[in-house]
């Protein structure tokens, strides 16, 4: 009976790791980060209208996925920065267990996707999407800038890191400068 207990101990304490590990850096520093990474974008206001509409991409029957959410919506709205280059920005929530991307993106208005932690979605669907109407794709989960996504935040040792995938940034329409591209791991 002790050996099932501690077997359900480190069942639980890896899967935390696991999740832990997906998002390495917290919401809130993120969020910071993607600010200032957008004004490097010399297309950024070329691709957006009177406002940044930011979708927020999640699951919300993905708990991980919801929490990520509801923490990256309170970051936005309390944050003291709500432009960027004088543009108003805005977030709307886009649930992917109830709508098609590509239906919520137009029906939105939609410029920038910020992608959490998913559950049995290809990247390559939301890539899709993102390539032909010019969206930046933002996460925090480093490994979608792998496997496709334009920008994403991890860790170097204890510091965050920017990873910028140079060719799905620029097929997504996003011009950066050298200045931001020093300052990132560079996937080519």
């Given amino acids: 009976m002790k050996n099932i207990g501690s077997v359900i101990i480190i069942i639980i304490l890896g899967l935390t790791i696991l999740w832990a590990e997906e998002m390495p850096v917290p919401v809130d520093l993120q969020y910071s980060l993607f600010l200032k990474i957008l004004t490097f974008d010399r297309n950024l206001k070329a691709r957006v209208g009177e406002e940044i509409v930011v979708g927020i991409v999640y699951q919300k029957n993905f708990r991980e996925s919801n929490s990520v959410k509801e923490e990256f919506t309170k970051v936005m709205d309390e944050s003291p920065i709500q432009k960027i280059e004088d543009i108003p920005i805005r977030q709307v929530p886009v649930n992917l267990n109830d709508t098609d991307l590509d239906s919520a993106v137009s029906q939105m208005k939609i410029d920038i996707l910020y992608i959490t932690p998913l559950r049995a979605v290809k990247i390559e669907d939301i890539t899709k999407v993102s390539r032909i109407k010019q969206l930046t794709t933002l996460t925090g989960v480093p490994d979608y800038v792998e496997s496709g996504l ?17 060719p799905a940034a620029k097929k997504e329409g996003a011009d950066f400068s050298s200045q931001l591209l020093q300052l990132a791991k560079v996937i080519r």
């Fill in 150 to 166: 334009a920008v994403g935040i991890g860790t170097k040792g204890d510091k965050p890191l920017i990873i910028v995938n140079l």
